[in-house]
């Protein structure tokens, strides 16, 4: 899957649960959600996917334990930086829980298209 529809379809499906978990939950504005959902993963994203490209060739076990700890990483830098933009505190659940969601469904996506569209 190339850069640019990776991007898109992390913000197509993460923005979407940012903006349902901070509004119904957080009461926080749902334009202001929407952009912190949008924000967060400009930021996170373009890190990920760099970092995720120097194991491609390496043998798999080094590519799923980078993924696992990346993935992790941006879990955690996600729910931090949600906090400020979303008037959040990092004790507060709701940043982690809106952050391990979003990327769960990212990933469960952008492994069904990548399969659809033949890796």
């Known amino acids: ?34 952009a912190a959902g949008v924000l967060v993963n400009l930021v996170t994203h373009p890190l990920l996917w760099w970092t995720l490209r120097h194991w491609t ?8 334990t980078g993924f696992a700890l990346s993935e992790t990483a941006v879990c955690a830098v996600e729910a931090l930086l ?18 391990g969601t979003a990327n769960a469904v990212s990933l469960l996506a952008g492994t069904v298209v990548g399969l659809l569209l033949g890796g």
Do not use: Q
């Open 1 to 34: 899957m190339r850069y640019p529809v990776a991007l898109a379809l992390t913000l197509l499906t993460e923005t979407p649960v940012y903006a349902a978990a901070l509004t119904r939950i957080g009461r926080v504005h749902p334009g202001r959600a929407a």
């Open 57 to 64: 060739d390496g043998p798999a076990a080094a590519y799923w």
């Open 82 to 99: 949600l906090c400020p933009v979303a008037g959040l505190r990092p004790r507060d659940p709701l940043p982690w829980i809106a952050s």
